[in-house]
């Protein structure tokens, strides 16, 4: 029987060879909640294109939103 902390929880987004991502697993690799990357993509703030009725998101889209995020000013608390 198998150890179950040994097992993972998720499966793994780690695929270099994925072309497109779904937008849950953009969210999993930013680390951010499904809802908040929605609202993100909706906004424009991070690039998606459509495929038919699906949204997906370029894997190289992710380190742009965040190379933004670096050069944003700071916002008053």
């Given at each position: 029987m198998?150890?179950?902390r040994t097992?993972?929880?998720e499966p793994?987004?780690?695929?270099?060879?994925l072309v497109l991502?779904?937008?849950?697993?953009a969210a999993r690799r930013l680390r951010i909640g499904r809802t908040t990357c929605f609202?993100?993509?909706?906004?424009?703030?991070i690039e998606s294109v459509m495929?038919?009725?699906?949204?997906r998101v370029p894997p190289d889209a992710l380190p742009a939103?965040?190379?933004?995020l670096r050069h944003r000013p700071a916002e008053a608390a």
């Open positions: 198998a150890d179950l097992v993972p929880i793994q987004t780690g695929d270099p060879s991502l779904t937008v849950e697993e609202r993100l993509v909706r906004a424009g703030e495929v038919g009725r699906l949204r939103y965040v190379a933004k």
